[in-house]
């Protein structure tokens, strides 16, 4: 059973444009919620993270905006960049897990020039 | 200072063998996490040490055993491979104990093909 489900699988955004992957998830204990950034040949790198006591995090360019009542997140990436693409993980964890986290399918994010 | 570093980077296995995976944390760290990460689809967790004891672990069969040393460093070890274990095996550290959710930083990953 999926714990985080992802969409969309695959993206292509022009140069300049919004990139915005959803994540939804079914588990009320889950208290963190980061995004993960994977090149090819490359582990995940964290990216940008928000906890549920807040609605809205933007670091840079990356936003994630949090609905605690729909148990939806998702990330906005502004003015994307061919740089940009790659493939994007949302996750949850909950607390007292260590670094259990469990993670979405994915979304290959090309940004054309 | 050096991220997470695992060894080997790509590893060829044949069915029914064994496979020992090596992971060195980053420097600071002290928590070390295994994922296992298929073509296409996200990582999913295996199991976490710290103080050299398994604290957690993910859904995945007792052939999936590991090791933390006093260095902080970490062994994965699967035995009895299948062709299904054919995937990405990935370490992450994090600087915390086990009651904390602390960010996770990712090594490059060991490609493992069992044929």
């Known amino acids: ?113 | 200072d050096a991220g997470v570093t695992q060894s080997p980077t790509h590893l060829i296995k044949t069915r029914g063998q064994q496979v020992t995976l090596r992971c060195s944390p980053k420097s600071g760290h002290d928590t070390v996490s295994w994922y296992q990460q298929a073509l296409g689809q996200g990582p999913q967790f295996i199991f976490q040490y710290y103080e050299e004891e398994e604290r957690q672990r993910g859904n995945f069969p007792d052939r999936f055993s590991g090791h933390q040393f006093p260095n902080y460093s970490s062994e994965l070890n699967v035995n009895a491979l299948l062709l299904g274990d054919s995937a990405l095996y990935l370490c992450a550290s994090s600087s915390l104990g086990s009651s904390y959710n602390s960010p996770l930083h990712f090594g490059n990953g060991t490609r493992l093909t069992v044929t």
Not at chain 1, 65 to 72: D, E, G, L, T
């Open chain 1, 1 to 113: 059973q999926q714990q985080v489900k992802q969409s969309p699988q695959s993206l292509i955004v022009q140069k300049g444009g919004i990139s915005i992957i959803n994540c939804a998830y079914e588990n009320t204990a889950f208290d963190y919620f980061p995004w993960y950034q994977q090149f090819p040949g490359k582990g995940p790198a964290l990216l940008i993270a928000i906890r549920p006591d807040v609605s809205e995090k933007k670091e840079g360019r990356f936003t994630i905006s949090f609905n605690k009542s729909a148990k939806q997140f998702s990330l906005h990436i502004m003015d994307s960049q061919p740089g940009d693409s790659a493939t994007y993980f949302c996750a949850a964890s909950r607390p007292n897990t260590g670094n259990q986290f469990y993670f979405g399918t994915g979304t290959s994010l090309t940004v054309i020039p």
